[in-house]
């Protein structure tokens, strides 16, 4: 287990951007990382995973509009939000899979292969 902190969270027109920092304390063996959303009365969707030794996984609805990277020096997740549209208005949450099977049968950017969760910075629409 570890812990997991987000930021950079806020309110934005569309059309703008954003960035979302995750400061992670997670000190085993990461399989998956990622980036997880929420919007009310819908159920938590993955946005971009990294998994490691594999790559990148983005959601349709953001692919060429989101980018999510790491650095590993600082141990902290990003997600670059470019182009934004009033339907990525939601809670951003961090998540790190710390066991096996976060990436089994394509299920990524599924929550349930996720054992550790930040408590999320939000994401609003000023339009």
């Known amino acids: 287990q570890g812990q997991l902190v987000e930021s950079g969270g806020g309110s934005v027109q569309a059309g703008g951007s954003l960035r979302l920092s995750c400061a992670r304390s997670?000190?085993?063996?990461?399989?998956?990382t990622g980036w997880f959303r929420q919007a009310p009365g819908k159920e938590r969707e993955g946005v971009a995973v990294?998994?490691?030794?594999?790559?990148?996984r983005y959601t349709d609805s953001v692919k060429g509009r989101f980018t999510i990277s790491k650095d590993n020096a600082k141990n902290i997740l990003y997600l670059q939000m470019n182009n934004l549209n009033p339907e990525d208005a939601a809670m951003y949450y961090c998540?790190?899979?710390?066991?096996?099977?976060?990436?089994?049968?394509?299920?990524?950017?599924?929550?349930?292969?996720?054992?550790?969760w930040g408590q999320g910075t939000q994401v609003t629409d000023s339009s």
């Open positions: 997670v000190y085993t063996y990461v399989y998956c």
């Open positions: 998540a790190a899979a710390t066991v096996r099977g976060c990436n089994s049968d394509g299920r990524v950017l599924y929550p349930s292969g996720y054992n550790n």
């Open positions: 990294i998994v490691s030794d594999v790559g990148t």
